[in-house]
């Protein structure tokens, strides 16, 4: 079982940087992959970054070479640092969780959400 707690959305004007931060806890030995997936208003849920045990990464396209994911296992913090954001990126941020890096908009487990908003 893993709970997640995002922080760190906010309103900012195109160009500009956020970084969410995202506290995990899990109650079990597992070693999770842990990702950001994001959801627009009227569209589907995006996977935004995932980070697995190993410290593989991946990016969806849309967000490849403005945001980074980073986690600090001593805080059991997963972090989203966004630059040069858009528009397009306005959408609630969730933070999640799942033991396989498989789909990161399907994982099982799942923050309450930050809302980020550029204009």
């Known amino acids: 079982h893993v709970q997640l707690v995002e922080s760190g959305g906010g309103s900012v004007q195109a160009g500009q940087s956020l970084n969410l931060s995202c506290t995990v806890s899990?109650?079990?030995?597992?070693?999770?992959?842990l990702g950001w997936v994001r959801q627009a208003a009227g569209k589907e849920r995006e996977g935004v970054a995932a980070i697995d045990s190993e410290g593989t990464i991946k990016y969806a396209d849309s967000v490849k070479g403005r945001f980074t994911i980073s986690k600090d296992n001593a805080k059991n913090t997963l972090y989203l640092q966004m630059n040069s954001l858009k528009p397009e990126d306005t959408a609630t941020y969730y933070c999640a969780a799942d033991l396989f890096c498989l789909d990161v908009a399907t994982m099982n487990y799942w923050g309450q959400g930050t809302q980020v908003t550029v204009s």
């Open positions: 899990t109650y079990d030995h597992y070693d999770y992959c």
